[in-house]
């Protein structure tokens, strides 16, 4: 029997909603989660973007706020800026669809915007709020979002959420609501680090698996490459030779330095996008309508600039300069990995960067370490390979002192005595560990 919207316990509201936005019937993953949902059962859907799933929880979210109360009732929480963008414009198309008297409110909450301008806004509250992590939690700690009548709270692209290491402000945000809380997990697969925060919010969770075939999962992948004092328009015409890129952006710090890096490429002999702050609106608005024309398979970008705009098809990210800030990287990063398209981000790194990709690595990111050699990949030694020898050596060394015998009576020459015991001792531990580690 095929399935209708009609079945499920919708308003005509609703269903006139969806009649509007022109779906004949539910996809899969609606079909299993909006009956679902209305049983306030905490669910983990996997599917993929393009599945519908925006609908699957936008509609119930809708169907079940209470316009009588002026209070945050529904959150929907993505990883990126752009994805919360996304997702905001469906929440506007439902309620400008809606029938005039239904008084739904709903507001985006995100960075990069006038804070004080939007804790202002805050003291209506909506119904429901669609917004990134760190925005969300910050807004929660100002009370300017009280989570106490929060009832729903949604997470869409958990696994690109961890791999942007934005997980643990999740974990923040989920601890500040009731504990009845009903919580929707979305994600393309369910990797391991999500799994202690379902085991920590989610109580006997409705697993719901759309089988998509052939799909390869959603994985961003952030490869480092050292840029030993190599120019960097050489090195990234390498790399993308290597990759082909669909569509790859390519980020630089300064807006000086994506004309340099442009000019570059442009006479080397390829079609180069260029946005940043410098151009005149004019120049913006074409150069927004040729990037949307897929006319070039690079686009040079700076971070203000590439804020908010909507390229499809970007397969690859390239930092051919790493900012300074952990929030760039992860917004920089967070434009590719959409879509189903397995995303690649290339970073070229220097000494100066070691502590930004240190603080992300603490944030639970894992990188690989490649370089080009010979016009192929080969993976080369960690970046932070000497400073952990070091750290090794250094622990060792301690370790062996601890075990050398100090004597009461001390005669001449006693440090000298005192240190090669302490050798001693620290090559026998070596020969240990690579003992242990063999067998
Ligand atoms: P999503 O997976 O949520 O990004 O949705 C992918 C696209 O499918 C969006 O453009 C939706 O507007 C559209 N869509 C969602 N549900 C349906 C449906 N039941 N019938 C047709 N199109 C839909």
């Keep these: 029997m095929t399935k209708m919207f009609n079945d499920y316990a919708l308003s005509e509201n609703m269903l006139q909603i969806i009649h509007q936005l022109g779906f004949k019937k539910p996809t899969e993953i609606q079909h299993e989660v909006i009956p679902q949902s209305f049983s306030n059962r905490s669910i983990i859907g996997q599917s993929q973007t393009g599945s519908g799933k925006t609908h699957a929880y936008l509609i119930p979210l809708f169907e079940q706020i209470d316009t009588t109360d002026a209070s945050v ?3 929907v929480i993505a990883p990126t800026r752009e994805l919360a963008i996304q997702i905001f414009d469906e929440v506007k198309k439902i309620i400008h669809l809606a029938d005039d008297q239904v008084g739904w409110n709903a507001r985006l909450v995100i960075g990069g915007t006038d804070k004080n301008r939007e804790l202002q806004k805050m003291k209506n509250q909506p119904h429901l709020i669609v917004g990134t992590p760190g925005r969300i939690l910050d807004f929660m700690k100002e009370q300017a979002i009280k989570t106490a009548s929060v009832n729903t709270v949604v997470l869409d692209e958990a696994d690109l959420t961890i791999d942007l290491g934005l997980i643990n402000e999740v974990d923040q945000i989920l601890y500040r609501l009731k504990e009845d809380v009903q919580t929707m997990i979305f994600s393309a697969t369910i990797p391991k680090g999500l799994q202690p925060l379902l085991k920590r919010y989610l109580n006997n969770p409705l697993h719901i698996e759309i089988d998509h075939g ?27 030779e290597l990759i082909n890129p669909y569509i790859a952006l390519v980020f630089v710090n300064k807006k000086e330095d994506a004309d340099e890096l442009a000019n570059e490429l442009i006479s080397k002999g390829f079609e180069v996008g260029l946005i940043h702050g410098g151009l005149k609106p004019r120049e913006r608005k074409r150069m927004l309508q040729e990037l949307k024309s897929l006319r070039f ?11 908010g705009i909507d390229i499809p098809g970007i397969s690859h990210v390239f930092n051919a300069q790493l900012p300074q800030e952990m929030d760039s990287y992860i917004h920089r990063v967070g434009r590719t990995a959409r879509a189903g398209l397995e995303g690649t981000a290339v970073s070229f790194y220097e000494e100066k960067d070691l502590p930004l990709i240190e603080k992300l690595e603490e944030r639970g990111l894992s990188f690989t370490n490649m370089d080009i050699k010979q016009g192929e990949w080969v993976e080369v030694k960690e970046w932070n390979e000497r400073k952990k020898r070091e750290r090794k050596e250094s622990e060792l060394d301690a370790q062996a002192w601890q075990q050398v015998r100090r004597k009461k009576k001390v005669k001449p020459g006693y440090k000298k005595k005192m240190k090669s015991e302490q050798e001693r001792i620290k090559q026998q531990m070596k020969r240990d560990q690579f003992r242990k580690k063999r067998k």
Excluded: C, M, W
Excluded at 216 to 223: A, C, I, Q, V
């Design 214 to 240: 052939s799909f390869g999962p959603e994985k961003l992948e952030h490869r480092l490459v050292p840029l030993r004092h190599r120019n960097r328009a050489d090195l990234l015409i390498k790399a993308s």
């Design 73 to 75: 009732q529904k959150i």
């Design 297 to 307: 398979q690079y686009i040079v970008a700076t971070d203000l600039a590439a804020r």
